[in-house]
């Protein structure tokens, strides 16, 4: 959320005039028709953004006009999405039957196992609009398990007042649940409580590699395992004037060895090729630990992660692109290339202990941007 007086930020989506004149269309007739309004433009604002950041997702469409409530299937998952105002403050005013419904396993409430809530601010005057935060329906119901007596019912629009605290800031968080976790299906509900539903952190296991393996997430997401560290991979290839991504990283990493940045032999990398906006860029992620790891893999705690990004075509330089790489609880590293750099890449290198998860978010100055499931080190973990 922003205040009047802080500008509007790069992640604010701008509103077509389609979307206002269907927005007011589909409120002419509502009981309440300024909430209907905000949540009709929240819903098409979700869908507009959802086809152009992944286009290949699985879309269906369901409205409740009855309850004036708008539902987006998305991937066999349903998103229940709210439009709220500036003027909300720190709160959000979330219908009664959405966080209490009678019969949580009905068809008109589809699988609360698989509904998220999705809040956006709509900033009418200037025609914009901001996805403050979304949650996974039954973990918000669990947070509010010891608050739902205390909190304020508005007997009037029959709402509950919920802190936006509550709900996770990231919306490329939202896409990467879309894009790979799988809905629980109807036949598994009789095994599925509240209690027992949660959405784990989504994570890229670089352990696996000193296994020759990648795990799902990385496989769904076109990672590729780099062979086994080769010094002198590259000369063959550069003897035959070819360009590879083995002989591409034992460059930078030669670079990095001058920079007094160590990458010891047995360390792993993989690559991943992705498109942000009209960039075509290539990230590399060489892991590893104190001692082999691929025959003491507890033999110490920490390990290192080094990230790369560069472009995926010959001389080209990945200017403007911003990388963060963030921890828990800050920001470790954040870095741009800008044109007077010498640099051909963006680098960044962090150490942890087993425990320790690192996000990485790719942007570019229009505000597109790329966040990543964290990297992880679990190397026995299957």
Known sequence: MISELETIPIEAIALSPQIMQQAIAISQNADNQWQTYLDAIAYLTICEWLHERSPNLDFGEITNRKANLHYLEVNGFTLYVLGTTPASGYMVEIPADILQPQNPMSENNHNLSNTFIVIVEIYEEIEQALILGFSHHLQLVKHLADLIVDLKRDRLENTYPVPLS???????????????????????????????VNITEL??????????????????????????????YGLGMRSLGLRSSEMELETIIDELTRLNVKVPPYAKAAYQDFQLGDRHLRLYATVWAD??????????????????????????????????????????????????????????????????????SISLPSGVMLTLPAFAFHPNVL
């Open 166 to 196: 509550l709900f996770d800031d990231e919306p490329e968080q939202l896409l990467l649940y879309l894009q790979n976790l799988e809905p629980i299906k109807a036949l598994q509900l009789a095994n599925v409580t509240e209690s027992s």
């Open 203 to 232: 994570i890229l296991n670089t352990g696996l590699w000193f296994q020759e393996q990648l795990d799902e997430i990385a496989q769904n997401l076109a990672w590729h395992l780099l062979p086994a560290w080769q010094p002198n």
């Open 291 to 360: 001692g082999n790891c691929s025959t003491n893999l507890e033999a110490n705690p920490e390990w290192s992660l080094l990230l790369v990004l560069g472009c995926q075509a010959i001389g080209d330089v990945p200017y403007d692109v911003r990388m963060r790489v963030c921890d828990q609880q800050k920001v470790l590293i954040d870095r741009q290339l800008n044109e007077s750099s010498q640099d051909l890449y963006l680098y960044g290198c962090v150490t942890g202990d087993r425990t320790e998860t690192f996000s990485v």
